[in-house]
């Protein structure tokens, strides 16, 4: 099984095509192949390119715990990255299709900087999904280890609950990340951003990501983060998400559009062997 390893900002993906997994690598393989002692390592699997009517590419995105998730904005830069390694697209924008919605790419500086449309965001308890009432989640309560915790929640074709902290640390991440991440009111679990505002155009953010726990950086985490910053009056429309990994730069548009622009490096390529799965 082939696979190329990139990394936006140390959030590290493999990218495998189809073919090379004779379809789907089943959860356990994903497991063993994410595994950072038993395997190659990696924050998750991006399975394509797929043909598909709607976009130019389909792509499918795994977790380390071998589920199946909607959207990454780190991954769909990675991915967009690997097509131009494989020529498969030129400096022109292109589409990519996935679970969470079609967005726009565009890759920039030979493969080293990519921007993408990453779709509207929205804080409709009906969409991220979260129970209770229709309602926009804005500046609600929630208790977390004995803690009350301010939150908002958000989707931009996945789920983020953003806690509007006076301080982050990884270590509240790991703390809380879980138990917020599996909190009854959010039905599809969550994403979890631990978030400082700066000033007017900087945010500082921790990530705890669902099913795949602590990361150095996220481009959806980035998105929702920002986009509850300008909404609850802190921030305004463009925002750099500072995180442990480095910065993404995102643009907020005046009915909640939302692009991203962030670095991708290439790591290495090579063949997994048959015995890893033994």
Not at 18 to 46: E, F, T
Not at 78 to 98: A, K, M, N
Not at 152 to 166: D, K, Q, Y
Request: charged share 20%.
């Amino acid at each position: 099984m082939n696979f190329a390893k990139y990394h936006a900002l140390g959030n590290d993906y493999l990218v495998i095509e189809p073919a090379d997994a004779a379809g789907k690598p089943s959860a356990r393989q994903l497991q063993r192949i994410c595994d950072r002692h038993y395997g190659v390592g990696s924050d998750g699997v991006l399975l394509g390119p797929y043909p598909h009517a709607d976009g130019d590419f389909g792509l499918r995105l795994f977790n380390p715990d071998g589920g199946e998730f909607e959207k990454s904005g780190n991954g769909l830069r990675i991915f967009s990255r690997y097509l131009w390694d494989h020529s498969l697209v030129g400096p022109e924008p292109f589409t990519i299709s996935t679970p969470g919605g079609i967005v726009t790419s565009q890759v920039h500086e030979g493969g080293r900087s990519v921007t993408v449309e990453m779709g509207t965001i929205s804080f409709d308890s009906r969409q991220i999904p979260v129970r209770g009432p229709a309602r926009e989640v804005l500046d609600e309560t929630l208790e977390a280890g004995g803690r009350t915790l301010h939150y908002s929640a958000a989707t931009i074709g996945n789920p983020h609950c953003v806690i509007l902290c006076e301080h982050v640390s990884p270590r509240r991440a790991q703390e809380l990340g879980p138990l917020i991440e599996t909190d009854a009111r959010f039905p599809n679990r969550t994403n979890v951003q631990f978030m400082v505002v700066r000033d007017r155009h900087n945010i500082q953010i921790e990530i705890w990501e669902r099913g795949a726990g602590y990361t150095l950086a996220s481009g959806s985490s980035s998105c929702a983060a920002a986009a509850v910053a300008h909404r609850l009056g802190f921030c305004d429309q463009e925002v750099a998400v500072h995180m442990p990994g480095g910065v993404i730069a995102i643009s907020i548009g005046d009915h909640g559009a939302i692009t991203m622009r962030g670095s991708v490096t290439k790591i290495c390529e090579g063949v997994l062997s048959a015995e890893l799965f033994g």
